[in-house]
């Protein structure tokens, strides 16, 4: 399982690249390998501001519909418009091409609510 060191994450298993007052958010490899092969990618709050833990879009795979929620309190400003033609991209490459979102963070002080590599493996092996 792939969980690279220097993301953070979210026990909702979304993870977060820092970037000044940018996040780039998407969901991890558990969360897809989970979800099976994804077809759809939906996020309609571009230009909002979104509160941490509200639902941000979602994803569908084959069998089901994932809600994505807000790891950090922030403005969407980008979407990967890539999804749109390639869902698949969440399953391939997660923590690259299949990015979601990046927000402008409101607050960034909730980063140090995310947990590390170490403690989300520990969650998924728990």
Known sequence: ???PAELKYTKDHEWVK???DTAIVGIT???QSE???IVYVDVDTLDDTVE???VFGSVEAVKTVSDLFM???GEVVELNEKLE???ELVNSDPYGEGWMIKIKL???SQVENLIDAEAYRALIEA
């Open 106 to 108: 409101s607050d960034a």
């Open 35 to 37: 979800l099976g092969d």
């Open 18 to 20: 820092i970037d000044g």
């Open 1 to 3: 399982m792939n969980i």
């Open 85 to 87: 033609d390639e869902p």
């Open 52 to 54: 941490v833990n509200e």
């Open 29 to 31: 490899d558990f969360a």
């Open 71 to 73: 790891p950090l309190t």
